[in-house]
């Protein structure tokens, strides 16, 4: 048998790609979603080109998220913004959300500079994010796009506010009524795709009170009840071991929107080779959301006995991640096993420990696999 250790891209679970290919509104807004985690600045002049070439008369709603985010990234990043945008040529639809994104962001001289052009706006002082009025959809679009280019909770935690049914938007119930439900359904399906969001909420339901507080713990309660279940956890924390073919191996580079599917091996032949796939989920975060999962592995021949030396502490994720409750996998070290003509036939155990370093869990898995002629 010969063991080898392969590395392949890592895209944790379809969560964040490891380079993001911007062909549609959906594969940009999944990169603006996930930002945040590595804020990875080397892929925004490629948004900005892509916002530049983009007819946003066919997605109207989008303009507030793009420009605000750009904003914010802009605001953090304010030595690049000018190589960012100085070789784009935007259309007429683009334009105005390239222009709008550098006045929000304090590089309004850019605008005459680069683009040769001078909007009226661009005389009055922009409204900071942290102040500005939330009395429409949009402007709660703005406290989105502000987190995903951030990370800073400080944004969407204006909107816990508004939970209260006593808060008026506006001068008709009946609106009222419809905005705090969108609300707490803006709150409630962030939490459940970003743990800082969770945190957060579960951070003022320690500091409301009354019918607010209510409603947060029951947000919280509620996700803290969705999560995945294996066959094997322990306290919310799950794995399963997988034996699969060198070529399934292709399916985990699948885009996030596709579900990859695994065929599990229980024969193979001498010369064929087997990956030891882990899929694992509840991981425990750091505070800046890094996370440490590693595992062990050894495998026993037909008579019991140990074949080879045990593998230690390898790699199964490294890196920070916006969630815990997805599927995860060991992508970034995979052990792939062939089996040679001189081992001997029979059923083979292989025994995984796959063990999360933060929080401090462990769960032991093992497959068999049968070696036939």
Same mark, same amino acid.
């Given at each position: 048998?010969? +063991?080898?250790?392969?590395a392949?891209?890592?895209?944790?679970?379809?969560?964040?790609?490891a380079?993001?290919?911007?062909?549609?509104l959906?594969s940009?807004?999944?990169?603006?979603?996930?930002?945040?985690?590595?804020? !990875?600045?080397?892929?925004?002049?490629?948004?900005?080109h892509?916002?530049?070439?983009?007819?946003?008369?066919?997605?109207?709603?989008?303009?507030? &998220?793009?420009?605000?985010?750009?904003?914010?990234?802009?605001?953090?990043?304010?030595? =690049?913004?000018?190589?960012?945008v100085?070789d784009?040529?935007?259309?007429s639809?683009?334009?105005?959300?390239?222009?709008?994104?550098?006045?929000?962001?304090?590089?309004?001289?850019l605008?005459?500079?680069?683009?040769?052009?001078?909007?009226?706006?661009?005389?009055?002082?922009?409204?900071? #994010?942290?102040?500005?009025?939330?009395?429409?959809?949009?402007?709660?679009?703005?406290m989105?796009?502000?987190? #995903?280019?951030?990370g800073?909770?400080?944004? &969407?935690?204006?909107?816990?506010?508004? $939970?209260?049914?006593?808060?008026?938007?506006s001068?008709?119930?009946?609106?009222?009524?419809?905005?705090?439900?969108?609300?707490?359904?803006?709150?409630?399906?962030?939490?459940?795709?970003?743990e800082?969001i969770?945190?957060?909420?579960?951070?003022?339901?320690?500091?409301?009170?009354?019918p607010?507080?209510?409603?947060?713990?029951?947000?919280?309660? =509620?996700? !803290?009840?969705?999560?995945?279940?294996?066959?094997n956890?322990?306290?919310? #924390?799950?794995?399963?071991?997988?034996?699969?073919?060198?070529?399934?191996?292709?399916?985990?580079?699948?885009?996030? !929107?596709?579900? &990859?599917?695994?065929?599990?091996?229980?024969?193979?032949?001498?010369?064929?080779?087997?990956?030891v796939?882990?899929? #694992?989920?509840?991981i425990?975060?750091?505070? !800046?959301?890094?996370?440490?999962?590693?595992?062990?592995?050894?495998?026993?021949k037909?008579?019991g006995?140990?074949?080879?030396?045990?593998?230690?502490?390898?790699?199964?994720?490294?890196r920070?991640?916006?969630? =815990?409750?997805?599927?995860f996998?060991?992508r970034?070290?995979?052990?792939?096993? =062939?089996?040679?003509?001189?081992d001997? +036939?029979?059923?083979? +155990?292989?025994?995984?420990?796959?063990?999360?370093?933060?929080?401090?869990?462990? $769960?032991?898995?093992?497959?068999?696999i049968?070696?036939?002629?």
């Open positions: 048998m010969k +063991r080898v250790i392969i392949l891209v890592l895209c944790l679970a379809g969560l964040v790609p380079r993001a290919q911007f062909t549609d959906n940009v807004g999944h990169w603006m979603t996930y930002y945040y985690v590595d804020k !990875d600045v080397s892929q925004v002049g490629a948004y900005v892509w916002l530049a070439a983009s007819d946003f008369s066919k997605s109207p709603n989008s303009v507030m &998220p793009m420009t605000s985010f750009l904003a914010a990234v802009f605001v953090d990043n304010p030595t =690049r913004v000018r190589g960012w100085a784009v040529a935007p259309n639809a683009a334009k105005n959300v390239i222009e709008r994104a550098l006045w929000l962001s304090g590089h309004a001289d605008i005459k500079d680069v683009f040769h052009d001078a909007p009226d706006y661009v005389a009055q002082q922009p409204a900071s #994010f942290a102040t500005l009025p939330l009395t429409t959809p949009g402007s709660w679009d703005v989105w796009s502000a987190f #995903f280019a951030t800073n909770t400080a944004y &969407p935690a204006r909107l816990v506010d508004f $939970l209260d049914a006593h808060v008026s938007f001068a008709n119930e009946k609106v009222d009524a419809v905005f705090h439900r969108t609300v707490a359904w803006s709150l409630m399906a962030n939490a459940g795709q970003h800082l969770l945190r957060m909420l579960r951070q003022e339901a320690q500091k409301r009170s009354g607010v507080q209510q409603t947060l713990k029951a947000m919280v309660a =509620r996700i !803290d009840g969705q999560h995945l279940v294996m066959p956890c322990d306290d919310g #924390f799950c794995a399963t071991l997988n034996l699969i073919s060198e070529e399934n191996l292709k399916e985990l580079d699948k885009p996030f !929107d596709q579900v &990859p599917i695994l065929t599990e091996l229980h024969q193979v032949k001498p010369g064929d080779h087997v990956a796939n882990i899929s #694992f989920a509840g425990a975060l750091a505070d !800046d959301l890094s996370t440490d999962v590693v595992y062990d592995i050894q495998t026993f037909p008579d006995t140990l074949y080879e030396a045990e593998h230690k502490d390898l790699v199964a994720l490294k920070k991640v916006p969630q =815990r409750f997805v599927v996998d060991n970034p070290e995979i052990l792939l096993i =062939r089996f040679e003509p001189q001997p +036939r029979g059923t083979y +155990r292989i025994e995984v420990v796959v063990k999360d370093k933060i929080g401090g869990k462990s $769960l032991k898995l093992a497959k068999a049968t070696l036939k002629d």
